[in-house]
Each structure stands twice: as C-alpha cells, then as structure tokens.
C-alpha cells in the first residue's frame, strides 16, 4: 500500500517536472517571437529560470535514487 502512494506521488512529480519543461519552451517559444512586451519579457524570462532551477532540483534528487539503487546492487554482489 505504501509503494502504491510512493509510485504515485513519483509520477505526479514526474509529470509536474514534464509540465514544467513544456512551459519553459511556451515561454522561450513567445519571447523568440517577439509575442511579449520587454516588461513582460523580463517577467517571463525570471518564471523560466525558476522552472529551470526546479527541474534541475528534480533531476538531482533522481540521480542520488538513482546511485543508491545502484549503489545497493552493488553491494548485493
């Protein structure tokens, strides 16, 4: 029962991190096109790198899963 909320609240965060990438690359998509006012680019410019820092945040804490995983197979050995 308890891996079932494990596995899914990992994909809830995994499908957060997703949506994430998906509205930094809207954001790059609109300011390439020249769709914003310059305050508004600087607004969504900020939004972007804060996304950005979550999901490296997100993929750092997968890699250290990730090491112990490997790290616990290894040891199984």
Same mark, same amino acid.
């Given at each position: 029962?308890?891996k %079932? #909320? /494990?596995? !899914?609240? /990992?994909?809830?965060? !995994? $499908?957060?991190?997703?949506? #994430?990438?998906a509205?930094?690359?809207k954001i790059i +998509?609109?300011i390439? !096109? $020249?769709e914003l &006012?310059l305050? &508004?680019?600087?607004?969504?410019f900020?939004s972007a790198v804060?996304?950005?820092?979550?999901c490296? /945040?997100?993929l750092?804490? %997968?890699?250290?899963?990730?090491d112990l995983?490997?790290? +616990?197979?290894? &040891?199984?050995?």
């Amino acid at each position: 029962m308890v891996k %079932r #909320k /494990s596995v !899914a609240n /990992s994909d809830a965060v !995994a $499908g957060s991190y997703e949506a #994430k990438v998906a509205e930094i690359e809207k954001i790059i +998509t609109r300011i390439e !096109a $020249g769709e914003l &006012d310059l305050a &508004d680019v600087f607004e969504q410019f900020a939004s972007a790198v804060e996304y950005l820092r979550q999901c490296e /945040s997100f993929l750092q804490q %997968r890699q250290q899963q990730v090491d112990l995983l490997i790290e +616990t197979l290894q &040891d199984d050995n």
